[in-house]
């Protein structure tokens, strides 16, 4: 299943250990802000969900350490110009399993496969490190 950003931020700012407000005050938004982007929560009540802008998502890649190109996908954003890898790509969030069967596949290919291959480890790459770290 798919996160959404919501929840992808969440996880990511837990990873970082800040709280919601320590994340609004190095991003310049409220604490409020940022609780209703985890929880997709449409404070006028049209059932839509709260859509950063580009700049808050940078920020917010910016202050927890994520790619931007990671972050912009995951909020539905064009990743930058010289972003490695498709939005489609990060979109998709492996399962654990799923994950190692790409690290052994990724040790297993050529040198010049590798280098094909490897901008797709790095978009998801900080997924795996998180997963890792769980175990």
């Known amino acids: 299943m798919t996160e959404t950003f919501g ?4 996880r990511w700012r837990e990873a970082s250990g800040l709280t919601q407000d320590e994340l609004a005050r190095r991003v310049g938004v409220t604490g409020t802000y940022i609780s209703h982007l985890e ?8 059932g839509n969900r709260v859509r950063p802008a580009v700049e808050v998502v ?4 910016e202050a927890l350490g994520v790619p931007l190109a990671e972050a ?3 909020a539905g954003l064009k990743p930058p110009e010289d972003a490695p890898a498709a939005c489609e ?9 799923d994950f190692v069967a790409l690290r052994r596949m990724y040790e297993e290919l050529t040198p010049d496969n590798r280098r094909k291959f ?4 790095e978009m ?12």
């Open 7 to 10: 929840q992808r931020l969440a």
């Open 39 to 46: 929880l997709e929560f449409d404070p006028a009540g049209n």
């Open 58 to 61: 940078d920020a917010i890649a």
């Open 72 to 74: 912009r996908c995951a």
């Open 89 to 97: 790509v990060v979109r998709g969030t492996f399962g654990e399993a």
């Open 118 to 121: 490897y901008p797709i480890l």
């Open 124 to 135: 998801d790459g900080r997924e795996l490190e998180l997963m890792l770290k769980r175990q």
